[in-house]
C-alpha cells in the first residue's frame, strides 16, 4: 500500500521540524481521540512549517497510540518523503489536497466525529449554537461521493477523490462528508483541534435544541465573522489544558 | 447447571488452541466490557481454531473478570469438555447452535447493548447511517421468542431456542432480540467486535438522525456491499488499540 | 436533629451484624455511586439479618465516601441505636416505614436516579422494555406528597409521609417519587441493588424507544412475571463484578 | 489586557484571605471542571470575606489547572490590586458588576454549561423538575446582548456589558445568555456551585421530560420557595464529597 511518485522517485524533504512542533501533532492526535472526536479512526496532519509543499501526518495507527517517531513527511500529492516500510491511511489524500488548494490552512482534521454524522445525512444544515462554534457561521457544505464516483467503499483513496472534496470544502473552515465523518482546517494546529472539538460539541447543542421545538436563535452571521475573524477567542487556554492532558502534563 | 451429553459422556477436546488466541477472546471480553456493549452480562465466544465442531468461551462470569483460566470447550451441543465443577453461561445455546448453521462464523457475541434495544421493540429498522457499519446494508432481523415459545424467562436455555435465533440470524451478519440484546457474528473475532461496537455507535447515530427529522440518506446497499465485502476496512487498527487497552497494553 | 425514641430512650441493639454483610451495605452505596443512580445524595439500608425490627444504613454522608464505620443501627421509627452524636439522613424514614410495612423487603435504595425523573413528572408509565428490568411489569406508582401535606420542600422527614410513600408503594418493587427520586425494594442488597440499576437503564431505553416512535413492544406481565418470581436471572454475575470494583478488589 | 484603574492607580488590597477559603474557590473551579459544567473556559469567583468591594478569582487559566497561587484580587471595577504581569479573564467584568449589583450575592459562577445552552436560543423556559433543582422557581432571564450592543463577539468584555448583563440577572440565581452560556450566583462557595451544578442537571431532565411529551408536573413556585428559602437542603453533604475530589482528598 505504500505509495510513490509517479517517477517512482521518493520527494526530497522540506528540512527538520522542530521536535515542539512535532509534539503538538502528537498531542492533537491524542488530544481529539480523548475528546470523542476519533476512535480508533481518523487522522490530523500539519502542513511543513517551512516547506509550503509538504505536509506531516502519522503513519496507520490508532490516534490514541501516535508518537513522534510515527510522524512521516509526505509531498501533497500524498508520496512519502522516507516511507521504511511504514503503512500510510489510505486516506491521507484528503490532507494532501486540502494543503494544495487551501494554502492558508495549515492543519487538517479528519474525523468520524459522532454527533456531527446525522447532519451529514439529513437536511438540516449546521448552525452555530453559541460563540464556541461562531466558525459555523460559514455552514459546512457536504460533500457525497457518490456525485463523484457512484458505488464506493465512502473512502477518499486517491488523490481525484481528495480534490473532489477539497473543492467541495471550498473556502470553509468545515466539511461535511455523507455517510462518512467530516473535515475540519484551520491556520494552525491548535485552531484546527479546536473547531474539531466545538464542531461535535455544537452538533450536540444544536441537535437538543431541534429536539426543544420552535425557532432557533442561531449566532448571526455577523457574530460569527467577528468571532472568527476580527476578535478571535483564547484558543491557548483549551490548548494547553488539553496538550497538558495528552502528554501526561 | 452442568449439562453433560445424551450419553452422559463428555466431548472429546478438538486439541489445545495457542495462548495468543485465547488471549485474544479474553481482550474481546474486556474490550465490549470497555466500550459499553456489555456490562455484567453478556458474552463472547469463538470457534475452536481447529475443530469445526467445538467452540470455546468463558464459564459464566462477567466479562470484565474473563481471564486465559475461565475458558472452556464445549461441543456445538454445548456440552462441556471439562468441566471441573465449573458454571456455564446458561444461553451457551445462543453459541453452539450459530456455531452450526453458520460454518463461515467463527466468532459470535451476544449482548444487551443499550442502543440498539430500542431497534428490537419498536418498528424501525436499523440501517447503516455511516460506512463503519456499513455491514448493516443486511438489515438486523428482530428474533421473537414468543413466536417459538410463548410466555418465557426471554432466555435462549436450551438448543431448540439456540437453533430458533440462529434460523431468524440466517446469513446476516447482525440478529436484534425482542426485548432481549442482539447476536453478532463475523469470520473472526476482531471483526464480529468491530461489529458489535459499531452496531450500537450506529444505533445511537440513526436515533440522533431520527430525531433531526426528515428523510434520511442511509448508506446504500451497493455501498454496505463494496465495504463488507469487496473493499473492507482496516479492522486491525482499531483492535490494536482495543487489544492494547483491555490487556493492559 | 438526633431522633430519640418518644420515651427518650435509645432502642436496644439488635444484636452485632457478620461483618461481611456490613460490607455488602457499603458496597451497595458505592456502587450505586459509581453507576450514577446516586449522586451526592441518596442513600440503601439493609434489614437487620437477625431483628426484623432493626434496619442498618449510614450516617449522612455522600453515598460514595461510606465506610463499616458509617453504618448505624435504627429502629423501625428510625430511632437510633447508638447515636454518638452522628448526623442521620433526614429522609431516613422512608427506610423505616417501607421495612415496617413491607416485611419481605430486606434493602431499600432511595435514590435521585437521574433518567428515572422525567417518568415521574409526566403522564408516561415505566414500562419494562427488556429482561433485565422484567420486575417493572408491576408499573411504578408516583407518590405525590402534595397530596398528602400540600406545599412542602418535598423530603420525606417525618414517619407519616414515610408511611404515606411505604402505602403508594405497596407491594411493588419501584415507587416514582414527583420532582424527586424514586424508592426501589428487594429481598436482598444485590437484588435491590439490581433493580435499582436496572430502573435507571430501562428509563434510558423507554426514552430512546418513546422518540422512536410509533408502538412499543414491552415486555408482557407474563414475560415479567416470569423473569420476577419464577426464573430469576443470575443477579451474582453482575453483583460480583460491581462489588469487586467498588470494594477495590 | 492587564487593567488598571481609572486613576492608573492599582487599588488597595482587601486583606488577607484564609487559606482555607483560598482552596475553597480553587476546589470550586476544578469541581465545575469534574462534573462537565466547565471545560477549557469559564470561571469562577469569590467576594472578599471581609471586604466588600474587593472579590478574587484566578488569572486566566483553564479551569481544571487553577491552583491557589493563580487567584487574584480585584476591585468591583475588575482592576486588579496586584497583577505581577499574570493575565486576567476578559470576562472578568460579569464577576465584579454583579458583585456591585448583589450585596448578597458571594460567589459568582459563568460557564457555558452545556445543557442548558439550548434553552437560551428556544423559547423554553427553564423550570425546576426536582427538588434539587428547586432555586429554578425563579425562571431565569435570558440576556441578549444584541440589545445592549449589537453585533459582538459575544463577550462581556467591559464594565457596560457586565452592568446589562447584572441587570438581566435582577434578584434571579441564575440567568441564561443567549448564544454563550449562562451566570449562577449564590450567597457561598458551595452553594453557587451546586446551583451551577444542578442547573445542568436540570436542563437535562427537562429536556427529557419534553421529549416524553404531555404536560410536565414542575415543582410549583411555593415548593421552590421552601426548598430555596425556607428549609434548604444539605450542600454539605455533596460539596464534601466534590472538595475531596477535586483537591485529591
Redesign the interface.
Known sequence: MAATSPSGVAPRSGGTVDPALIDDLVAASRILAAEGVL???GHVSMRHPTAQDRYLMSR???P??VTADDIMELDLDSNPVDARGRTMF?ERFIHGMIFKARPDVMAVVHS?S??V???G????AMK?????A?FLYQEPPVFEIRDVAG?????ITDNRLGAALANTLGQNPVALM????NVVVGPSIPIAVFRAIYTE?NA??Q??????????????P??GD??TN??P??VG??????R?KALGK
Open positions: 476512535d480508533g479512526y496507520s495507527l490508532a490514541a497510540l489510505r468520524h459522532p454527533a454524522i446525522p447532519f445525512i439529513t437536511a438540516v452555530p449554537t453559541f460563540h464556541m461562531g458505488w464506493t467503499n465512502m473512502l455523507r455517510g462518512h465523518g460539541v450536540r447543542l441537535t437538543t435544541a431541534l429536539m426543544l421545538g420552535g425557532p432557533i436563535n442561531y449566532l448571526s455577523e457574530e467577528i468571532i476580527k476578535e477567542g483564547d487556554r483549551a490548548w494547553n489544558l488539553w497538558a
